[in-house]
């Protein structure tokens, strides 16, 4: 993507999950899949809806009376950029620091083992 991708807060991003994961919804939707994931009010989403169309990180079209909103960023792109601005924030861009703070506190199986290294070998190769 070629565009500036919106900063999208922690509470958006649940938002964002919903259509990335379902598609396509109404307003009713969204909350409905929500619902039980968070104790938000029904406006309160509505509210995360309407930043989120004015920050370009969704669309809408109108069915009738109601509007069906989507992802208008994909989420691997808003991912990519977060990490990013992640690492910029708590490692002053520094990604080995960053990798290895990740690596020591995780709990990783044998085969995410061997798919790290994969990954690492093929950026080795370039």
């Known amino acids: 993507m070629s565009k500036?991708?919106?900063r999208i807060s922690e509470s958006e991003w649940r938002v964002m999950q919903v259509l990335w994961e379902k598609g396509p919804q109404t307003a009713s939707d969204v909350v409905g899949a929500l619902d039980g994931a968070v104790q938000w009010k029904p406006r309160t989403v509505k509210t995360l809806i309407s930043r989120l169309v004015k920050k370009g990180a969704i669309q809408f079209e109108e069915e009738g009376m109601r509007y069906r909103?989507?992802?208008a960023v994909a989420e691997s792109e808003c991912v990519r950029?977060?990490?990013q601005s992640f690492v910029?924030?708590?490692y002053q861009g520094a990604m080995k620091p960053?990798?290895?703070a990740f690596l020591e506190d995780a709990d990783l199986s044998p085969q995410e083992i061997k798919e790290l290294q994969e990954i690492l070998e093929q950026?080795?190769?370039g």
């Open 4 to 6: 500036r991708l919106p």
């Open 69 to 71: 909103y989507s992802a």
């Open 81 to 83: 950029s977060e990490t």
């Open 88 to 90: 910029r924030r708590v």
């Open 98 to 100: 960053a990798l290895a």
């Open 123 to 125: 950026k080795r190769k």
